[in-house]
């Protein structure tokens, strides 16, 4: 607390000052004599200059991101002083990543008890950078990492929004700081796991940024590179094709192909390499086969949420009933996608608020930890950017949505009322809202379109 107060004193210091070109003042220099200048700043020692120039480090619009860095290093003293830094996730990568250079099993092994391995075996590669160094080294520099990946997430979504968006404002932290906090839980249980939802993020978020850009062979890259990792890309595809961003779609297959096989540099013989994709085929088979029943409490996708809560429950009670029902729900939210998608035809730049629509499904339509929630910051931060051009009841929404999927912290609900809140599925809730503001958002900004052409006509007519 106290080094938040320092910092605020320094934000208030350093930005009361206006420095403009020309001023007359009157600068004490301890090796100097009393200057009256036209340019003080500017002509006096070039020491001073440069010092003057460090202000710009703490803009007003930069804290949040030593808010972020300080609440990282705090949380990180406080693992290692409570004896929780473990990062079990990371341990895993780590130790699979030095089986592979070794060239050894890396799937089902006895020992590792509850603790396996579950991805491909490209992705294995992407930690070897990480078995290179000692373990304890490695939580280190992954955590800094993920740190970095956070305020670079951050600031990417909220300038691409900014540059997709009606709405001009200067750079505002707290979007960027109340984005960070409604997800924060969520981060803070990825960096203490140290897990990959994150990169993820973080390579989604660059896809959209690629494709805005006209990159489409990088888009395509990227998207092949997280693949490897979760597959929670592929709701990319059908929303790529629909785009003509057919580049992106045949430079993500060319990926997949060219990385699957990169393996091959460890494990050379075929048969090696084929028995090590059949292993992970079945790794898969397990996990698939493992997944909750749908009517299960703390069941966060949206498939379990609506069945939980109305009188479908009673219709959902045999398999074929199960899969009937989740596949014409997910037709339907196919056909709102797509009708979000119309809605934002007249719109130069869309594809930022629909890639935050897609990324925001994520934890809706997969099964997984209530930390995957984290992927609804970038349909937070467009929200939160848009927050003033919404009426009260968009207001009040916004505010719960953020509430819904992060104020459900141990530490701060107790754990009785946590436990009750995650078999609610109340994160559900939460990206739902998020995804009801972003059709608001949209239809208003169609309200202001109509409502300009029928000024301009009406002034044509006169």
């Known amino acids: 607390m106290a080094a938040f107060f320092i910092v605020y004193l320094q934000s208030l210091f350093f930005t009361g000052f206006k420095f403009r070109k020309y001023w007359r003042c009157y600068l004490y220099l301890p090796w100097q004599t009393m200057l009256p200048s036209e340019e003080c700043f500017c002509v006096s020692n070039k020491r001073l200059y440069n010092l003057l120039e460090m202000k710009k480090l703490f803009y007003k619009p930069n804290l949040w991101l030593y808010y972020i860095l300080f609440a990282s290093l705090v949380l990180l003293i406080g693992e290692v002083v409570n004896d929780r830094f473990t990062m079990h996730d990371l341990e895993v990568y780590h130790r699979t990543a030095e089986r592979m250079l070794q060239t050894k099993q890396l799937y089902r092994i006895a020992s590792d008890g509850h603790y396996v391995y579950k991805y491909s075996p490209t992705a294995a590669l992407y930690f070897v950078p990480f078995a290179l160094l000692p373990f304890g080294v490695a939580k280190i520099m992954f955590w800094a990492l993920l740190t970095i990946l956070t305020i670079v997430v951050l600031k990417v979504l909220y300038k691409q929004t900014a540059i997709e968006s009606e709405v001009v404002k200067e750079r505002n932290q707290n979007i960027l700081l109340l984005a960070f906090l409604a997800v924060g839980a969520h981060v803070h249980r990825e960096w203490h796991l140290g897990q990959v939802n994150f ?23 990227l998207l092949a590179i997280s693949l490897f990792l979760k597959p929670f890309g592929l709701i990319f595809y059908p929303y790529l094709l629909i785009k003509g961003k057919y580049k992106a779609v045949l430079a993500s297959f060319a990926g997949l192909l ?18 090590l994709n059949r292993s992970w085929i079945s790794e898969l088979t397990i996990e698939l086969s493992a997944k909750q029943d749908l009517l299960a409490d703390a069941n966060h996708t949206i498939f379990s949420v609506l069945a939980r809560y109305t009188p479908l429950q009673y219709l959902v009670n045999t398999g074929v009933a199960s899969k009937i029902y989740q596949l014409l729900l997910l037709l339907v939210i196919g056909v709102s996608f797509l009708y979000f998608i119309w809605m934002g035809r007249k719109r130069q730049r869309s594809m930022m608020a629909e890639g935050a629509f897609l990324i925001t499904l994520i934890p809706l339509f997969a099964f997984t930890s209530q930390n995957a929630f984290l992927f609804t910051l970038p349909a937070i931060i467009v929200v939160l950017y848009n927050y003033t051009a919404l009426n009260a009841t968009g207001k009040v929404m916004a505010v719960s949505a953020c509430i819904l999927i992060g104020a459900n912290i141990r530490d701060l609900m107790g754990s009785r009322f946590y436990n009750i809140f995650e078999n609610a599925s109340v994160y559900t809730f939460g990206a739902v809202l998020l995804l009801a503001l972003l059709f608001m958002i949209r239809s208003k900004y169609n309200s202001q379109i109509t409502s300009v052409k029928h000024a301009e006509k009406s002034i044509m007519r006169a």
Not at 202 to 218: E, G, I, R
């Open 199 to 221: 990169v993820l993020l973080m390579l989604y978020v660059f896809v959209l940024t690629a494709l805005s850009n006209k990159k489409q062979l990088l888009a395509g890259i």
């Open 258 to 275: 060219v990385m699957g096989i990169l393996p091959m540099l460890f494990y050379p013989s075929w048969d090696q390499f084929m028995q």
